[in-house]
């Protein structure tokens, strides 16, 4: 076999343990950093950053109808979504600084 199919085959292997809740045999190689992330009260986060729905969905990639789900709680943000609004909250201006370097 290949390197690159062996490379594929074990994180395809690595991803069916993550996926069952289990960790994989190989997981003593890998470093995995976890965090904890409250829930996010996105309508405030985006108020306190001074931005419309419009402006502030654009400002962070995703689409108004998911911004508008997401203040209205019929959806929530997972992921990065979910660590990206953390850092808005603690300072609503980082995008716009790390981003367009102001």
Known sequence: MSEAFESIEKGFKEALF???????PT???????????PEPD???IRAR?????AAFARSIGIAKGTLL???QR????????RVLLA??????GIVQRTLHGR
Do not use: K, N
């Open 42 to 44: 996105v309508r405030v």
């Open 18 to 24: 993550h996926a069952r809740g289990e960790v994989a």
């Open 27 to 37: 997981a003593s190689e890998t470093v995995v950093h976890e965090i904890e992330v």
């Open 74 to 81: 019929r959806r929530r943000p997972r992921g990065p979504a």
């Open 49 to 53: 950053a001074g931005l419309s729905q």
């Open 69 to 71: 789900q997401w203040e």
């Open 87 to 92: 850092l808005i909250d603690r300072d609503p």
